[in-house]
């Protein structure tokens, strides 16, 4: 008896967590254009805004490229409308992994011009 209430339980909140986890389906594709240059197709019904869906393709192409150790380029981002709410916005986003940069060495100083010639006096002039 206790063994058939333990199943139940389980399989009712088993039932329930996944009502709960089915959110917002969404179709996508990816593929390689050419050497580390890839595209991401990317629709979300019952999405309303366009750039909603654009910031989470830009969102995927970036954590693809630091999986891979490198930079994210974003090379082009095309839109278009939902046509209904069942079909939402559909974006193709192409971007580009390139290899990280390191920072600069040297320290940032600001300009500053010596006024000597203008006024006589030595004289520094911060030009932020």
Not at 41 to 54: A, F, G, N, Y
Not at 72 to 87: F, G, H, N
Not at 88 to 94: F, H, L, Q
């Amino acid at each position: 008896m206790r063994f058939a209430t333990i199943i139940t339980a389980s399989l009712i909140a088993s039932a329930l967590a996944g009502c709960v986890t089915t959110g917002n389906p969404q179709q996508k594709s990816f593929r390689e254009l050419s050497a580390n240059t890839y595209e991401i197709k990317l629709m979300q019904p019952w999405v309303k805004q366009e750039i909603d869906v654009r910031d989470h393709a830009h969102q995927m192409a970036t954590e693809y490229c630091q999986s891979r150790n490198t930079g994210m380029q974003p090379l082009q981002a095309t839109t278009q409308r939902a046509k209904s709410p069942e079909v939402g916005p559909e974006v193709t986003y192409v971007f580009r992994c390139v290899g990280l940069l390191d920072a600069p060495k040297r320290e940032y100083k600001p300009l500053t011009i010596k006024t000597e010639w203008l006024t006589g006096e030595d004289d520094e002039v911060d030009m932020r």
